[in-house]
């Protein structure tokens, strides 16, 4: 098999929306007092649709508040049955069997059934509807079908390893399937979660109420509502005089003068990391030693320290730090060493310089880029920094149209194979490789863990990863990027997913 999965829910921190200083921070003790009954949370981004499976901009607000999914997944990234009483994976990992709650009552007022389901899956599996989940399903699933009241059976193509068949079902929402549609959903949810909509004002405000049929049990909060802010400064603003209560996404330097007086959540260790991507086809990284010395070149712990404020963490493979691919050795093998990176760029005689793509909106990228300049530039390589508007930069980004430009990937938490729902990890149509083919052992790894079970063959596989892309170097690990939350220390019970989306159902004051 030579492509797989879907889209996970992307970390929406980009650094060029909370550009602006940082405005005196009022001390807790003097902040407005909070309305026992709601939750106000406030986001410089605002909302597009309350579609799931095609998650836009601000969606992991509401991921979890409207919504309801199959299963969850625990801290640890155990399965746990959420809209479903139970789930089977036949003996041969090529089925598995979904029994259904009784009691998973939909907005709309309908109770789910098993059509319900099976119309999810195959909007899923649809390349036109699926959007976001089409990728997975897609490529795993070879029917769908109810085969009782309760019960639907899904028959996969081939024998699946169990986390590439857990990964699929949470991230699958279950809808009222008469208005699962991009164009119903766009103006209205109708899922199950625990708060529906009451009033939208795009651009302004959302209001939320607890849904008092949600199958989960009793909302800590009664209402949310989710103010939208034209600038990151006036949001930061609104949390330090408490007219809101959570603030979304704030810059790391922004959460680190703001956790004086609040508390700050982090995201899911390795939900988002941020790759130095290298293109192949452009010299002088076709060279895979300048690769390889760029590798060495990379001061991820300064970036983290003064650029991040220490939220974050250094990393050095496209996987999040629990992943099983990760090895304690790889730091010692691609760490910061210029002394290496020079004995490198030695044996690449003749090789002065390269070009480094930057978006112009991006400041955050613009300081990291500018360090990995300064170091490169002691030890005799010239790294131009060339600024795009931010549309030119994403359409060249996709393309693998530069030298080298730094951009995320998300879903390295996940099981493994799921990194190549990013672009630049694929095992065919690859943008950063000629002809769209990356070195064939690393394709043999990613498409021989879709189906491994035996852990020696998982173990193997794993070690031809690290070995490939440290050898490679077309994909270097930088740093995790740092999703944060700023609330009120008098706020409990606020969480997050897996996948960063906003968990409030035990959240109150």
């Known amino acids: 098999m030579t492509s797989i999965f879907s889209a996970s829910r992307r970390t929406l921190l980009k650094a060029g929306l909370a550009a602006g200083a940082l405005p005196l921070i009022a001390r807790a003790g003097f902040a407005q007092a909070a309305a026992p009954d709601t939750i106000t949370i406030g986001s410089a981004v605002d909302i597009v649709n309350f579609d799931p499976y095609n998650q836009s901009v601000n969606a992991l607000i509401l991921l979890k508040a409207l919504n309801a999914w199959l299963i969850e997944y625990d801290e640890d990234l155990k399965p746990v049955p959420s809209a479903l009483k139970s789930f089977e994976i036949g003996p041969d990992n090529k089925s598995v069997t979904l029994t259904i709650r009784p009691d998973v009552v939909f907005h709309t007022g309908k109770t789910m059934t098993v059509e319900d389901v099976v119309a999810g899956f195959e909007r899923a599996a649809d390349q036109k509807r699926?959007?976001?989940?089409?990728?997975?399903t897609s490529t795993l699933v070879e029917k769908i079908e109810a085969v009782n009241d309760t019960q639907v059976l899904l028959t996969l193509k081939q024998p699946t390893a169990t986390s590439l068949i857990t990964d699929m079902l949470v991230h699958q929402p279950v809808i009222d399937k008469d208005q699962n549609d991009a164009e119903k959903l766009a103006s209205a949810p109708a899922s199950a979660g625990p708060y529906r909509v009451v009033e939208w004002r795009q651009g302004e405000s959302l209001t939320l109420q607890a849904f008092p049929e949600w199958f989960g049990g009793e909302q800590r909060t009664p209402n949310i509502v989710i103010r939208f802010f034209t600038s990151p400064a006036a949001a930061v603003g609104a949390l330090a005089s408490g007219a809101i209560d959570v603030l979304a996404y704030p810059l790391a330097r922004d959460a680190s003068r703001l956790q004086m007086d609040f508390n700050v959540l982090s995201g899911y260790p390795g939900a988002a990391t941020m790759l130095l991507r290298v293109s192949t086809k452009t010299a002088p990284f076709d060279n895979k030693i300048v690769r390889q010395a760029l590798q060495r070149a990379i001061n991820r712990d300064r970036i983290v320290k003064e650029v991040l404020f220490e939220f974050g963490g250094a990393a050095y493979l496209p996987w999040g730090p629990k992943s099983p691919v990760q090895d304690p050795a790889v730091q010692s093998l691609i760490g910061y060493d210029l002394e290496a990176a020079k004995a490198l760029l030695a044996q690449a005689s003749g090789i002065s310089g390269g070009t480094a793509m930057v978006s112009g909106s991006d400041p955050t990228s613009l300081l990291v880029m500018q360090i990995i300049q300064s170091?490169?530039?002691?030890?005799?390589?010239?790294?131009?920094?060339?600024?795009q508007d931010a549309a030119t930069f994403n359409k060249r980004l996709v393309a693998g149209e530069f030298g080298v430009a730094l951009g995320q990937v998300g879903g390295g938490q996940l099981s493994v194979p799921r990194i190549v729902q990013n672009s630049l990890m694929r095992v065919a149509n690859n943008p950063l490789w000629k002809d769209g083919v990356p070195p064939a052992a690393y394709s043999e790894a990613i498409n021989t863990l879709i189906g491994a079970t035996d852990p020696a063959v998982q173990q193997a596989m794993y070690k031809q990863l690290r070995d490939v892309m440290i050898d490679?170097?077309?994909?270097?690990?930088?740093y995790e990027v740092p999703t944060l939350w700023a609330y009120k220390k008098d706020l409990q019970g606020l969480a997050r997913d897996h996948q960063n989306s906003l968990v409030l159902a035990n959240a109150g004051f």
């Open 472 to 478: 490679e170097s077309w994909a270097l690990g930088t």
């Open 375 to 387: 170091d490169l530039a002691s030890i005799g390589f010239q790294l131009t920094i060339d600024q």
């Open 130 to 136: 699926g959007f976001n989940l089409f990728a997975a």
